[in-house]
T-cell receptor, first 119, second 116 residues
C-alpha cells in the first residue's frame, strides 16, 4: 500500500493563478480531509468528505473547492491564488464504518504534504 | 466548541531523561483524544489515542499518554527520551457531534528537542 499520496510536493504560483492539488489513497477509506498548516498555528481543516459524492466545509474553506468523484481521489482546487494561501497542505484519510458516536474512532493517515508559495 | 491547547511551544530535554508534552482539552461531550508526531518535511504520524477505558494509553515508539478527566488533560509522556524523538507533536480532539462528526481539532503543536 502506498497510503496517502499527494502531488506536487512543491509549487510556486503567481497571484491570480489557479491550480489543483492532487490526493489519492489506496486504503479504501471513506473519510478524506484537506488541512493547511501554517507556522505556530497547527492544522486547520479546509474541506472534508465522508464518501464519494459528499463534501463539506471545514474551518477555513474560503478560496478553495473540492470534489470527490471516487473513493480514492480528493483533489483540492485553488481558483484565484492569493498570498494568504501560502502554506503547507496536507491530505488525510480515515475509515469509519458508521457515522455514529458509538462507532470506532480510527486515526487519520496523512500524506507527505504540498508546500505552496503564492507570490 | 471542541478545542485543545498545548501550553508549551517548545520542550527541551536531555537524552535519557523523562519527557512530558502537555495538552488540555475542552469538549461538549465525551473526549476522544489523539497524539500525532511530525518529523521535518513529513506528514503527521499517529502515535496513540484515548477513546474510553484505562486512563493510561500506550502508543508507538514507547510513548504513552495519561488521560485526566478532572484536569481535562491528556499529557504525552515517555520514560526515557531519545534524540530521534525530536519532532513536532500535536494533540487533537475529535468532534463527535452531529454534522461535524469525525473532524479533528488540532493544537498548535509543541516542538520537542532532545539533546545528547
Amino acid at each position: 500500500n502506498a497510503g496517502v499520496t499527494q502531488t506536487p510536493k512543491f509549487r510556486i504560483l503567481k497571484i491570480g493563478q489557479s491550480m489543483t492539488l492532487q490526493c489519492t489513497q489506496d486504503m479504501n477509506h471513506n473519510y478524506m480531509y484537506w488541512y493547511r498548516q501554517d507556522p505556530g498555528m497547527g492544522l486547520k481543516l479546509i474541506y472534508y468528505s465522508v464518501g464519494a459524492g459528499i463534501t463539506d466545509k471545514g474551518e477555513v474553506p474560503n478560496g478553495y473547492n473540492v470534489s470527490r468523484s471516487t473513493t480514492e481521489d480528493f483533489p483540492l482546487r485553488l481558483e484565484l491564488a492569493a498570498p494568504s494561501q501560502t502554506s503547507v497542505y496536507f491530505c488525510a484519510s480515515s475509515y469509519d464504518p458508521q457515522r455514529e458516536s458509538t462507532g470506532p474512532y480510527n486515526e487519520q493517515f496523512f500524506g507527505p504534504g504540498t508546500r505552496l508559495t503564492v507570490l | 466548541a471542541q478545542s485543545v491547547a498545548q501550553p508549551e511551544d517548545q520542550v527541551n530535554v536531555a537524552e535519557g531523561n523523562p519527557l512530558t508534552v502537555k495538552c488540555t482539552y475542552s469538549v461538549s461531550g465525551n473526549p476522544y483524544l489523539f497524539w500525532y508526531v511530525q518529523y521535518p518535511n513529513r506528514g503527521l504520524q499517529f502515535l496513540l489515542k484515548y477513546i474510553t477505558g484505562d486512563n493510561l494509553v500506550k502508543g508507538s515508539y514507547g510513548f504513552e499518554a495519561e488521560f485526566n478527566k478532572s484536569q481535562t488533560s491528556f499529557h504525552l509522556k515517555k520514560p526515557s527520551a531519545l534524540v530521534s524523538d525530536s519532532a513536532l507533536y500535536f494533540c487533537a480532539v475529535r468532534d463527535d457531534r452531529g454534522s461535524t462528526l469525525g473532524r479533528l481539532y488540532f493544537g498548535r503543536g509543541t516542538q520537542l528537542t532532545v539533546w545528547p
